[in-house]
């Protein structure tokens, strides 16, 4: 095997079989893969949820994760996100030529890793490679399908008193990303949060109707994400400083920098709007996870201000907080 | 709306809803896209089919086509050549910062025409952008679901005797793609090949048991995918130079460079093993379509020399043919 990505390990010939049969094969190994066609065959019956996303991370090596992690987690959330139960992942690379075969082999084990803590197949794949230049190391798809379990999520089921909560501390992946490219920060506590939200969102539907929209606030951060909730709606959401938890040393990396954590992208949280009836046992349902110990109920959706995210300070002013304007941190995820 | 594309439409904020709601969902407007969520509900009973593929061509606009069509025929064809049917297909934007909107607008519309061409629904995506000099332009990866259609494809059904087909001319689409990006060869005459192969591989399927395998030839060209078809066999498959359809401006251009027109990707042409009793009749039904007009049988599974290709060439020598070594032309789809 060479020690770096050549054009030729794009050209679907021998060089790309090769990259195949020992690197890929070894960590995702499953019947479907393993038949190398041109796509798989999986079975899957009635409603299934479908979703996407491309992961350009710089750098692709973070505190608290790396691409690999990123790129099954970000898939798996956004499908548990839909109602689904995420079963078969599709894995696409682009690499730029002179890319470590090393680096590869880091980020695939972390791919199969993740993935079978996420009881997740990657039945099916490609590798494009491009020219130095032309990239940025590595680019990674994900595409997921799996089983729906709940149908009833969106928006529209939002009213007067709902809950608004946050499963855990804002802005840990946007912060641990600006310490692994720069040293105006450095923190060893800052990590990224990246981490599947399975067991979480699935207790969260536990509570079928009473669930409205749940949402993981990645780009655009828990700012971005509940104006997304209420911005066609006559009612709004009043969230209060106070509640919002947030690790110190992220704050205290905001403040430095004169950045807000609320647009601070995250990667292993829910943000979600449930009855308010259901809403105190829900949080001490998930603070049984590791992942949900510092769940919380951050604020409620309330009549009047059409559309509007307003948050009540700790000093107990308020003030209208809109989604993400420009661009605070690029390549996030 | 701007000119050109900026970080911050990447950022899952304001620029990216207008992105989203200007130029996306005009083009591609379906009750699932339309929810905007994290993914789509579909429903498919039964086997499915998964595909994935990350396109960087380049050029982004070629002779034939662009990467916006070949985006959506590339996915579209490997699942037909897994045996299905599709039905939703994923879209992921990598941009790079700079990109022009008139350019996006054009990939989006070719993508939306050639969509629908398709009777396929393009229900999630997502989009990313990069730094200027971290991309080269526009990446584009779509993954798609199929109901399936036929089951029992696979190497391991070809038998001795079996006839070796191609639905037409090779070489096409990497002869127009080298056009596009080099002064050296231009011609009018020479365009992608781009195209659904839907209704062929529809053809091909009706013949059930008797279909073997199938694949569209893209990278590695028609030698790659015959060596793929046969290499852990213990037969090999017999060609006939004479009787391999080629573009007469396409064997020009590869006599001019010095390039081999079975190792040219082709985007628009499907090669098959099948039972010989149905052969010429299954390419009587092929010349019935445009794009399958200069079908035709070019050799068959013979014993011995187990696993390779020979090609038996117009002056009547012999010699083998092996898988794509090295890269002759990169950035082919």
Known sequence: MDDIISLSHGSGGKKTS??????????????????LMDGAVVNINGDIVISTDSFVVSPYFFPGGDIGKLSVCGTVNDICMCGGIPQY??????????????????????ISFTAKECNVKIVTGDTKVVEKGKGDGIYINTSGVGRLR???LGVEKIKEGDSV????????HGAAVMTGRSNIITSKDLKSDCAPMINLSNEILNYGEMVKIMRDPTRGGLATTLNEFIENSSLSILINEKDIPINSYVKSACEILGLDALYFANEGKIAAVVDSSV??????????YEEGKNAAIIGKVISGHSGKVILKTEIGGKRIISKLSGQDLPRIC
Chains 1, 2 share one sequence.
């Open 279 to 288: 809403a105190d046992e829900l949080i001490k349902n998930l603070r049984k």
């Open 18 to 35: 090769e990259l195949i049969e020992e690197i890929f094969i070894p960590a995702f190994s499953n019947d479907e893969l393993n038949k």
């Open 165 to 172: 909560i946050i499963t855990g501390t804002i802005g840990d």
């Open 89 to 110: 992942l599709t894995l696409s690379f682009i690499i730029e030529e002179g890319f470590k075969i090393k680096d590869l082999k880091k980020i695939v084990n972390s």
């Open 150 to 152: 709940y149908k009833g």
